[in-house]
């Protein structure tokens, strides 16, 4: 009986972290810089030319309650018909906007992203 009792204790602790373990969703990521990096090297043979190229690009996932910068907000596409693509209606002091493949409804004032939909 002592030997089950421990048995169950000891199982107890080694089950319980996965218990309060919280599933990933799209909501909690955190939010990765996307950049395209090219690195080219030139060298020359003879008459001949030749160029090598190393792309290097880092995607981007947002999450609500994020602050887009000035520079992150230029290159986002407003979306005007959004009943084109499924969305609501966004309230008033918010808009959609398109970056990727992805719509964001983001304050117009502040830029913060108050919610997310994924294109197909």
Excluded: C
């Amino acid at each position: 009986m002592k030997r089950l009792f421990i048995a169950l204790v000891a199982s107890s602790f080694l089950v319980a972290p996965t218990a309060f373990a919280q599933p990933q969703s799209a909501s909690f990521e955190v939010a990765q810089v996307k950049e395209r990096h090219v690195e080219r090297n030139v060298y020359k043979h003879g008459n001949t030319k030749i160029v090598e190229k190393k792309v290097v690009v880092k995607k981007k996932r947002w999450s609500r309650g994020h602050r887009m910068s000035q520079t992150e907000r230029r290159r986002t596409h407003t979306v005007s018909d959004y009943r084109r693509y499924k969305l609501r209606q966004p309230p008033r002091g918010q808009q959609w906007v398109r970056v990727d493949n992805d719509f964001l409804l983001i304050s117009v004032a502040t830029g913060v992203i108050a919610g997310i939909v994924a294109a197909n």
